[in-house]
């Protein structure tokens, strides 16, 4: 079944491992909608162009795109993260739910009213999927969650005041995995590292030392090649 749906995404979009996502806002309308191009030519060969040449078809007009949305069962049309994965399903966080798309149709994810095996808050700001095969959803009010994509299930991390081994807000607006595969989170208060062995947070926060990290939101995250983590704020 999942060999199915990989090969479902590929007739779908041409080349899924070349797939291009991007946000697009339409002339006269300031709500984004999801748009995608696949890099093949009407031949079927493969078109892999310079990025100059690729701005200059956009701007010219030259490639097309393919929308999805509300019509398509999308659960609302501002989309603020897009991710892939490992079976090749994609998965959009919106203002309202999260979407999974096979190629065919969207299955939408929102909060059910006293089910705690449901998202914790509807607005999905970040994703992330880990090497065991979790995604994490950061959502904007509800905390940090984690989608078994094997069983479904979903765990909640949210910000409790007494316990400072929770996550240090529930406005997330980053998620990052490193090398050596530990989670980084961006929050309004500050960066968390989550501990896998504790199911706790370590919290990072601005305070009066020159170096710690600099005060307000974390809104990126990325490791270069060095190794050295830049945070966004």
């Known amino acids: 079944q999942k060999r199915g749906i990989r090969l479902a995404l590929c007739a779908r979009w041409g080349m899924i491992a070349l797939l291009a996502?991007?946000?697009?806002?339409?002339?006269?309308?300031?709500?984004?909608?999801?748009?995608?191009?696949?890099?093949?030519?009407?031949?079927?060969?493969?078109?892999?162009?310079?990025?100059?040449?690729?701005?200059?078809?956009?701007?010219?007009?030259?490639?097309?795109?393919?929308?999805?949305?509300?019509?398509?069962?999308?659960?609302?049309?501002?989309?603020?993260?897009?991710?892939?994965?490992?079976?090749?399903?994609?998965?959009?966080?919106?203002?309202?739910?999260?979407?999974?798309?096979?190629g065919y149709g969207v299955t939408v994810y929102r909060p059910r009213p006293g089910d705690p095996n449901s998202l914790s808050h509807h607005f999905?700001?970040?994703?992330?999927?880990?090497?065991?095969?979790?995604?994490?959803?950061?959502?904007?009010g509800g905390g940090l969650n984690r989608l078994d994509l094997q069983t479904g299930r979903i765990v909640r991390y949210e910000h409790d005041p007494t316990d400072p081994s929770t996550v240090s807000g529930n406005r997330v607006f980053a998620l990052y995995g490193d090398r050596e595969g530990r989670l980084?989170?961006?929050?309004?208060?500050?960066?968390?590292?989550?501990?896998?062995?504790?199911?706790?947070?370590?919290?990072?926060?601005?305070?009066?030392?020159?170096?710690s990290l600099t005060p307000g939101p974390i809104r990126a995250i990325y490791q270069d090649r060095t190794g050295m983590l830049w945070i966004g704020s």
């Open 184 to 211: 980084w989170i961006g929050t309004e208060n500050g960066l968390d590292r989550f501990d896998p062995a504790t199911a706790g947070f370590v919290r990072f926060r601005h305070g009066p030392d020159p170096g």
């Open 21 to 102: 996502i991007v946000l697009l806002v339409a002339a006269g309308d300031e709500r984004p909608f999801l748009s995608a191009f696949s890099p093949i030519s009407a031949s079927g060969r493969r078109n892999v162009p310079d990025p100059g040449q690729l701005n200059r078809d956009i701007l010219g007009g030259t490639i097309q795109f393919e929308h999805l949305s509300l019509e398509d069962g999308l659960s609302q049309n501002s989309v603020y993260c897009i991710l892939q994965d490992h079976q090749g399903f994609l998965w959009f966080g919106t203002q309202d739910g999260l979407n999974r798309y096979d």
């Open 124 to 140: 999905i700001r970040a994703l992330y999927e880990d090497e065991q095969g979790g995604l994490w959803i950061g959502t904007d």
